[in-house]
């Protein structure tokens, strides 16, 4: 184990480097035509100088470099995700430019969106992998941008929750998307194969079980509630936006389960849905989010629909009352 196999490179996962927002586009440099992305990926070589070398940029060939090579990869299957589940031009809509950076300092234990650009460590080997291999890790912080750009869920306490629990849902939907899984099939893990061998643990989240993705002696308990009754109260991690958002991420996925079939054409359309619905406040709480869930739900189904029901049904399930 190293000396880096502590507490406080877990929290390095739990902490916001910077509360993502959305920048404007920096130089944007050829704006994509709709339905392309224009990703470029670069190398901080092992610095934490933004955005560093660039390796990648739109249609160039491999560039021998795994963590590049995966990111350029995983950008671009997020990409297509918005755009063919919801005709969704990049981050803004507008084809805000995918730039992402791989060897991002020495042994970095994250990923992180700071407003402008996707970030990613190499992870120290012994506990994590580096943070490239998980298309949902990629996906989650691009979806980030997606949030800063509809809703700005201010990044603390419930609405910081919310916040994480969307890139989460958003996240895994492209998983699922990409591999074609129904809801049946899916792994609902964030971060599979994130956490190396010598770790007892699955991935960083569960989102069908909060709390069960990882216990070991060096990364502790995963501290994830499922319900409210187990609602985390706490200062550290902006008010535990990456703990309590077990609780919104298991109501997505009973929805789901409920719903039956692929996840992102019937729950995640609802979830998509209220994320963009403009009575969504920055600061809502989970309740907020909850209703609203259940009107767009209605907007979409109908008023007495099983959507309408399941979404009902799973809200209450974790504790939320709507
Ligand atoms: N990986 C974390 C996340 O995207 C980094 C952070 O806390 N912003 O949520
Ligand atoms: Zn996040």
């Known amino acids: 184990a190293s000396a880096r196999g502590t507490l406080s490179h877990v929290q390095a996962l739990r902490q916001n480097p910077g509360a993502p927002q959305l920048a404007k586009p920096q130089t944007a440099s050829e704006s994509a035509a709709p339905g392309q992305p224009n990703r470029s990926i670069h190398d901080a070589e092992q610095q934490m100088q933004l955005p560093g070398v660039l390796r ?12 590049v090579d995966e990111a350029y990869t995983a950008l671009g299957a997020t990409y297509a995700f918005f755009w063919d589940v919801f005709g969704r031009h990049s981050m803004d809509g507008q084809g805000f430019p995918l730039i992402g950076t791989v060897h991002y300092g020495k042994a970095y234990e994250n990923a992180f969106w700071n407003g402008e650009q996707m970030v990613f460590g190499d992870g120290d080997g012994e506990i994590f992998n580096r943070f490239t291999v998980a298309l949902e890790v990629v996906a989650h912080e691009l979806a980030h941008g997606v949030i800063e750009s509809e809703a700005a869920l201010v990044y603390v306490n419930q609405s910081g929750a919310l916040n994480e629990s969307v890139s989460d849902v958003f996240g895994i939907l492209t998983k699922q998307y990409a591999l074609k899984q129904t809801v049946q099939q899916a792994d609902w893990l964030i971060g599979a194969g994130l956490l190396t061998d010598a770790v007892n643990g699955r991935a960083l989240r569960s989102m069908s079980a909060p709390g069960s993705a990882y216990d070991d002696p060096l990364l502790g308990k995963d501290p994830q509630p499922g319900h409210m009754r187990e609602f985390v109260e706490t200062r550290d991690d902006n008010g535990g936006v990456h703990i309590n958002s077990g609780i919104p991420n298991r109501a997505f996925y009973l929805a789901a389960m409920a719903m039956g079939g692929y996840a992102w054409e019937k729950a995640g359309q609802i979830w998509y849905d209220t994320l963009c619905d403009a009575r969504l406040a920055n600061d809502a709480q989970f309740l907020d989010f909850a209703q609203l869930c259940v009107d767009n739900a209605a907007q979409r189904f109908g008023k007495a629909s099983a959507e309408v029901l399941a979404v009902a049904r ?9």
Request: hydrophobic share 35%; glycine share 20%.
């Open 56 to 67: 990648r940029r739109e249609g160039q060939d491999d560039s021998g470099d795994a963590a």
């Open 314 to 322: 799973a809200w209450k399930e974790v504790g939320v009352g709507v």
